[in-house]
RNA sequence: CGGGGUAUAGCGCAGUCCGGUUAGCGCACCUGGUUUGGGACCAGGGGGUCGUAGGUUCGAAUCCUACUACCCCGACCA
């Protein structure tokens, strides 16, 4: 299967690259920038859809869905967001092709050219506003709390499988409200089931804060992330949740009649993660022996693999091994036992190895007369033999130690790789050194933060909600500040 | 989008410079047998319009042109 895995070390990028197709989570495809999701890959994609959708669900939102296509005319509505997305969008000229004169193949039908444009949707704002406009008279209309699970495109100049690609999938919430307090109160809730999501579920520590004006979302008033450590010292923003204010409700007129019967604009909200978490998942805690999987969104959390001689050692171990299944699905584990013949146990264990199934069970003749089964943990690489008596809580205790122990691991990469610094010396060595978060002053404005990114990649990844205030002076001009901000490059 | 590289069987590669029998090799695949506690072995077998489209030539994987995709570096990137 992976019998030559380029390593970390060697080469970080390739590593990953080779991780994502030889593990079958996605493959690049006929298309510039587009990646085909394999099976295995999809599956983990859906437990993350389902978790956050249970979450969605749970803080009030209801799924709809909007088109795929939009007017182009909608995106100059809002300044600063057609000028966001201008640079990067896939546009509809025409609606129908026909036989090419010379008889070989097709063509775009110039009669058939569209009156207007339509554009391929980067996000959803702008076809979502518009609607919203006849779903909202009064106060009583709201609030709104729609999510849509959808594709979008952005025309990327360079692409990366799940970290960069032309089109990808997502989930976009898009909310309306009648108080500025309570759109902002919305934009801070989600944010925050974003890192749950991202600690809980992906074991994925992550930093939460909002974004400098430079990096915010094109359109919005303030931008809330969450940020990632991978193991390359670079950071990853994993999700974003926007306040707009009344921008999108203005551009499109949304306007609802109060409680005091005064006209008004609506506020509003945006919020999203996509198949980016993927990437982010597999960056945080593969090694070199393939990809790892925090058991909560591992597609196969166990696997039961036969040791035989034979068909009559087979049936016996099988009769065990199917009573472990019964067992262990019983308490919702998902389970596979493999007794295919077809491959050798230890073409098995690598294959499992690869894919980060999180425990892997063997069972023997040995076990068969011990009462025992061989337990392997994908996280360490430990092997230990366990009695069988009670073995589906052993495992299922294993599974939740597994997700903790791939928490606190990575919780202590970042804290290794998360440093104050106060001089432009020490903030360019640790850059070009280990990389990672580093906490420095910054005079706040725009061109210093264009400086050192030009001088440095790095970026503002985040400013700290409710953040130590402290007298600094920046680690560039040296103008006063107050408050630390998080550095680092990223993806 | 700029610079560089790559494209030959499912995958990884040789052959291309210097055009000329039937395009090779490893892995994978199929059949039979022996095997099975960390990627088995032996024997036999199948699979390629050499990325696509043109061009040069008696003859093109090989030379020329265009296009497409992927990789690396840059620019770009809520």
Redesign the pocket.
């Known amino acids: 299967?992976?019998?030559?895995?380029t390593t970390r070390e060697e080469?970080y990028?390739?590593w990953?690259?080779e991780l994502v197709i030889k593990a079958e989570l996605a493959d690049?495809?006929?298309?510039?920038?587009?990646?085909v999701i394999k099976p295995y890959g999809y599956a983990i994609w859906e437990k993350i859809q389902r978790v956050l959708d249970d979450m969605f669900k749970e803080t009030g939102h209801q799924n709809a869905y909007f088109p795929l296509f939009i007017p182009k005319s909608f995106f100059s509505k809002e300044a600063s967001h057609v000028e966001?997305?201008a640079?990067?969008c896939a546009v509809v000229t025409h609606y129908r092709l026909k036989l090419s004169p010379d008889g070989?193949g097709v063509i775009v039908d110039p009669d058939a050219k569209l009156e207007e444009e339509l554009i391929v949707r980067?996000?959803s704002e702008t076809i979502i506003w518009d609607a919203y406009r006849t779903w909202i008279q009064s106060y009583r209309d709201l609030p709104i709390l729609i999510n849509q699970w959808a594709n979008?495109v952005?025309w990327?100049?360079?692409?990366?499988?799940f970290l960069?690609t032309?089109e990808?999938l997502?989930q976009e919430g898009h909310t309306a409200h009648a108080t500025e307090a309570e759109a902002v109160e919305e934009t801070e809730k989600m944010i925050g089931v974003y890192a749950e999501f991202a600690e809980k579920w992906m074991a994925m520590p992550v930093l939460k804060g909002i974004?400098s004006p430079n990096?915010?979302?094109?359109g919005?008033v303030e931008?809330y992330?969450i940020e990632g450590l991978m193991q390359d010292g670079k950071a990853l923003?994993a999700g974003?949740s926007?306040f707009l204010g009344q921008n999108f409700a203005k551009a499109f007129d949304v306007q609802f009649l109060s409680k005091e019967n005064k006209l008004d604009y609506v506020w509003a909200t945006s919020w999203?993660v996509?198949t980016?978490l993927m990437g982010a998942l597999i960056m945080t805690h593969s090694d070199d022996?393939?990809l790892v999987l925090p058991p909560k969104l591992a597609p196969i959390q166990v696997v039961i693999i036969p040791?035989?001689?034979?068909e009559e050692q087979l049936t016996q171990i099988s009769e065990t091994a199917n009573g472990i299944v019964k067992k262990l699905k019983a308490l919702g584990i998902s389970v596979k036992y493999d007794d295919r013949?077809?491959?050798?146990?230890?073409?098995?264990?690598?294959?499992y190895?690869?894919k980060g199934v999180p425990v892997?069970l063997?069972?023997?003749?040995?076990?068969?007369?011990n009462g025992?089964?061989?337990v392997?943990r994908r996280d360490t690489?430990e092997?230990a033999?366990y009695q069988i008596t009670d073995i589906e809580h052993k495992i299922s205790h294993l599974l939740e130690s597994i997700q903790e122990n791939l928490y606190q691991k990575a919780y202590d990469f970042r804290e290794e790789n998360t440093n104050c610094v106060d001089t432009w010396d020490e903030f360019v060595a640790l850059l070009d050194g280990k990389g990672g978060f580093i906490s420095a002053h910054w005079d706040g404005t725009t061109e210093t933060e264009q400086r050192i990114?030009?001088e440095t990649?790095a970026t503002i990844r985040l400013i700290p909600i409710n953040g130590k205030q402290e007298e600094g002076k920046c680690i560039l001009t040296g103008k006063p500040s107050k408050q630390r901000v998080i550095f680092a490059r990223?993806?």
Not at 28 to 35: D, E, K, L, Q
Not at 307 to 310: A, E, L, S, V
Not at 341 to 351: A, C, R, S, Y
């Open positions: 299967m992976a019998k030559d895995f080469n990028s390739q990953y690259n690049n495809s006929a298309v510039r920038g587009c990646m966001g997305f640079k990067e070989k980067p996000t979008v952005r990327e100049m360079r692409t990366r499988l960069r032309t990808f997502w974004k990096e915010r979302f094109a919005a931008t992330c923003q974003t926007h999203g996509s980016r022996h393939g040791i035989f001689r034979n013949d077809t491959q050798k146990p230890g073409w098995k264990f690598n294959e190895e690869f892997r063997a069972i023997g003749p040995r076990d068969l007369e025992t089964v061989e392997a690489l092997k033999v990114k030009d990649k990223s993806y």
